[in-house]
């Protein structure tokens, strides 16, 4: 990922990013290619994964998403300073990419047949610190998540 960007640079310039107002993405394929792809990059090397985007609203989540858009800004020509689609459609592909990140960790990491303390005692996932880690499987192993996510998985299969 992220191969190939210089072809993309406009004669120097960096790719432009338009995303028009109420709009997830921008409209030409190029350029929602290279804003998700962008941003994936950029949030996979600078951001923490909370158990929840709720965390991400005080102020330390909001400088660690500030830090991802400002990548995301010094790579492409996408307004991510002003309120507004483009900054929009930034978080939005960085929401989704969290939820993803913690969706493939529980899968690969998370053994339901381990009790709490053995999980806790492993080593946590690469570029993922302790206490991250820690509060994952903590949410992960609270009975009450656990039956909300039996009823969840319940109604998923009558769809």
């Known amino acids: 990922?992220?191969?190939?960007s210089e072809k993309m640079l406009n004669r120097g310039n960096?790719?432009?990013?338009?995303?028009?107002?109420?709009?997830?993405?921008p409209e030409v394929p190029l350029q929602a290619a290279?804003?998700?792809s962008e941003t994936g990059v950029a949030l996979r090397d600078n951001l923490p994964i909370y158990k929840s985007w709720k965390l991400y609203d005080n102020a330390v989540g909001?400088?660690?998403?500030?830090?991802?858009?400002?990548?995301?800004?010094?790579?492409?020509?996408?307004?991510?300073?002003?309120e507004g689609p483009s900054?929009?459609?930034?978080i939005n592909i960085i929401k989704r990419g969290v939820r993803q990140t913690r969706y493939n960790l529980k899968r690969k990491y998370f053994d339901e047949s381990l009790?709490?303390?053995?999980?806790?005692?492993?080593?946590?996932?690469?570029k993922m610190k302790k206490e991250d880690w820690t509060g994952l499987v903590e949410y992960w192993c609270d009975p009450k998540n656990q039956e909300k996510s039996?009823?969840?998985?319940?109604?998923?299969?009558?769809?």
């Open 1 to 4: 990922m992220g191969h190939g």
């Open 14 to 25: 960096r790719l432009a990013i338009h995303v028009a107002e109420g709009k997830k993405r």
């Open 34 to 36: 290279k804003l998700a």
């Open 62 to 82: 909001q400088a660690e998403v500030g830090k991802v858009l400002d990548k995301v800004a010094s790579r492409l020509d996408v307004n991510v300073k002003n």
């Open 87 to 90: 900054k929009d459609a930034c």
């Open 115 to 126: 009790t709490k303390e053995q999980l806790l005692a492993m080593q946590p996932p690469p």
């Open 150 to 159: 039996a009823k969840n998985k319940a109604n998923r299969g009558n769809v």
